[in-house]
């Protein structure tokens, strides 16, 4: 009886492997068609409307992370925007002066002023532009992240802790905005402006933004009188004084140009101040008039 159970098991095994090949009702035997399409894996993209723990001009898989907004947090995601066409398709990420980063910054600075409600270079505000990894870049990746944040002042503008989205965040009266400053001088050299109440004696108070489109910052940073004159024609509307020649006997100007790197992304917005040398202010000047504003 033994020299047959080995027989016997064998035989069963090659039926079990005979039936195993014998193909089921409704199949058709062939078993390389009926497996699902495998997704085509998509490169990391982050997140919008959401907030940041940090900042990050370079975003990569492994280190992003947001929070709650709120939680404290440094930074907003506001959008998240897609290099196209000719822009898509150079081999390195985009520099500043490139024509496609001046072109995402146009993007981030739309959707920031729809965010505000206002425009983020007339407040204590930062608009920061993010890009993938350069693995990333040549992995597809062809997003570009917009960040806001709030900052300290007018001349410390790393970003701070807050808790709250900006959403809405220049509608109606809010701290965030530029008003009266009183400036600090070393010499005749502009140290810091001390924000105060408009109210309290002053010499300085922020007047408008001006865009200035057709200049380098190497050209920007030799015409002083230019950029002094563009500020004095927003003052003169602000206070609603004749832009003549009593003008500079009324009021001179202080402004504020994004650094080289904004100005190199596309940011032009020139931050400009009405600037009392000779006498304290306790009032805003806007559209305080020839009276409010006398020549002298």
Known sequence: MRR???????A????????????????????????????????????????LPRIATVVQASTYETVDCARNHLAETIHVGTFVGPDALTEARPEPGSSALSTARAECDQRAREVLGGDWHTARLALSLALPSAPAWAGGARWFRCDLSETGSIDNTRPVNRTGSLRGALIGDTPLTHRCFDPKLIGDNLNYMAPVLCTEPHRAEFVGVYEERDMSWAEFTKSAEQAHQ?????????????????LPYRAGSIYYPPSQREWEEGDRGVRCFLWSDDRKLTRSMRGAGPEGLPAI
């Open 4 to 10: 047959w159970l080995p027989a016997l098991v064998l």
């Open 12 to 51: 069963s095994v090659t039926t079990m492997l005979l039936a195993g090949c014998t193909p089921a009702r409704g199949a058709d035997g062939d078993l390389t068609d009926d497996w699902p399409t495998l997704r085509v894996p998509k490169p990391f993209a982050p997140a919008t409307d959401t907030c």
């Open 230 to 246: 563009r500020c004095m024609a927003l003052i003169a509307e602000y206070a609603a004084v004749p832009n003549n020649s009593e």
